[in-house]
């Protein structure tokens, strides 16, 4: 896993679920066949209400028209995101679409297990609000060494919290290559 | 120090007796869940990871319902079902409630209640956030992923953090015009859809106590909608009678000690509390149906697992018996049981399901149907701008089908008052 991830951040609000991160009716297509996993990364969030798509203007895609990937890698979000369904679609759909953090200030818990487990994006909690502070287009720099996220554009630097318990499993890459590693499988 | 009905369980099943709340303890399994849009992903990780000799770790301990996308032509959720039947032929494996014979089932969390897997004192993981619903039997019981239940299904085991617990409490029974349905909406009201998260609900109480196992479920079935890891009520007597009555395996009965340890605690007498709805677009967006009475409607929905038990549709049928919808209403058994019931069971001289086709409902037959929204050519799903009262659990924007729509979520009671008058009512306006 890379410690120091780079690029345009994409804005959200709080408590934004699993239905909106990948909406029920995409859950369908084989996620090992390349072509139709793509689709994941195509309908990524893609339930997210117009309005609060890219924040604080809204109205902003995540993935543009036509595309399988977005050109933001980082999300910041509020409270609470990926609340709702178990669907480890979501985190799967995120990496599918390109992006390699989310930054936000808690996580559901299957969500953030689903993240963690599967080694699909780095769950980065920081220690107060900061989606706010960033404006969807701005560029970020999220240092996992360091425990801070800058704002390019503006400035701005927050703190962190480490990622614990979690960050032997990330960086082994998810719970399998951890259990191998620790000679549990 | 005491510890918490969850503690003792996190300790017995690791073996831990010190587990303490915030630790990371791993667990030994004793029931694993999954589903038809889960299991088919979940099965292709196990497969990848453990390799051509990918061994289930127990196969009595695994089971399969198919509940999701069922009846439905698309060909992406039909190629998931044929997935699992693929998966249990190959590896004889019984505990499977195919679609299409008579050991299938519906929704899968009222099913684990009916088919004996709910036992007091157990830990049962499934790649479905409501399995937090089988808490009420006194068990450890929560959702995870696929990839977390791909490393169960290799080895039985799996991590988790011991969750702090917050205990609520109901003095007095529900009067007539309240059900588990309102309690829960009105604590989601008072803690936010993150106000428990990473922990565990405890339900405690004479309120909770006097009633039976389904109204229960409804309760420990919304933990999650609160972020709860899980939610529990100690097993008492109708508790262990339901359970022998449908399975002869071993339980444990465990309960909170007198000095247990809590994140917080709420105590609510339930005679206070008034018919409880959320109004769009979130669980928590708590008010009285009194307040929203008159919101014009499109829409009502009985069904999943949360409303579309044998209890929720006795509570419909008070309200809905001699009179009819004025806006299509949808009825939806979360299991055949229930379906059958509805078929047996008689109020006033007819059966519950008489009355609902009486009444002008749509019955459809036991799935979660549109309570996910689903593809589109699913019963009862929201269209266009709907807006639709429900006994589902989450009305978030695009849950029930269409982006557009609105959902406000309700006990049965009101949902069947709703339906009547094609307007948000107050149930008390029938039954006082
Ligand atoms: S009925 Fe609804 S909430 Fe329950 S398992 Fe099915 S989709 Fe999930």
Known sequence: MEKQIVGKAFVLGDNVDTDQIIPAEHLVYDMSDEKEARLYGKYALSSVPLEVSGLPQGGVPFVAQGEYASEFPIIVAGGNFGCGSSREHAPYALMKAGVK????????????????????????????????????????????????????????????????DALPIIEAGGVFEYARASGMI | MGKTITEKIFAKSSGNPDAAPGENVWLNVDTLMTHDVCG?????????????????????????????????????????????????????????????????????????????????????????????????????????????????????????????????????????????????????????????????????????????????????NMAIEAGGMSGIIAADKVAEDYVKSRTDKPYEIFRSDDDAVYHSKYRFDASAIEPTVAKPHSPDNRDTARNVAGTRLTKCYIGSCTGGKITDFRFAAKILSGNKVAVPTFVVPASTEVARALEEETLGGKTLRQIFTDAGCEIAQSSCAACLGGPSDTVGRAVDRDVVISTTNRNFPGRMGSKQSEVYLASPLTVAASAVKGVIADPRDFIN
């Open chain 2, 40 to 220: 088919p992903p979940t099965i292709q990780i196990w497969k990848r990871e453990f390799g051509e000799k990918a061994k289930i770790w127990d196969k009595e301990k695994l089971v399969i319902f198919p509940d999701h996308y069922i009846f439905t032509a698309d060909k992406y959720a039909n190629r998931n079902v044929e997935a699992l039947r693929q998966f249990a032929k190959e590896h004889d494996f019984k505990n499977f409630y195919d679609v299409g014979t008579p050991r299938y089932k519906g929704v899968c969390h009222i099913a684990l209640a009916e088919e004996g897997y709910n036992r007091p004192g157990t830990v049962l993981f499934g790649t479905d956030s409501h399995t937090c619903t089988s808490g009420a039997f006194g068990m450890f019981s929560t959702g995870v992923g696929n990839t977390d239940a791909a490393f169960i299904l290799g080895t039985g085991k799996i991590w988790e953090r011991v969750p702090e617990s917050m205990k609520f409490t109901f003095d007095g029974e529900l009067p007539p015009y309240l059900t588990a349905k309102d309690l829960i909406l009105h604590i989601l009201g008072e803690i936010t859809t993150d106000g428990a998260t990473y922990r565990a609900m405890e339900f405690d109480g004479d309120g909770v106590f006097s009633l039976d196992m389904y109204e229960r479920m409804t309760l420990t």
């Open chain 1, 101 to 164: 953090a989310v930054v936000a200030e808690s996580y559901a818990r299957i969500f953030y297990r689903n993240a963690v487990d599967g080694g699909f994006v780095a769950p980065i909690e920081a220690k107060e609000k900061i989606n706010d502070g960033v404006k969807t287009g701005d560029e970020l720099l999220v240092d996992l060494e360091k425990n801070v996220v800058e704002n390019k554009t503006s400035g701005a630097r927050w703190e962190l919290r480490p990622l614990g």
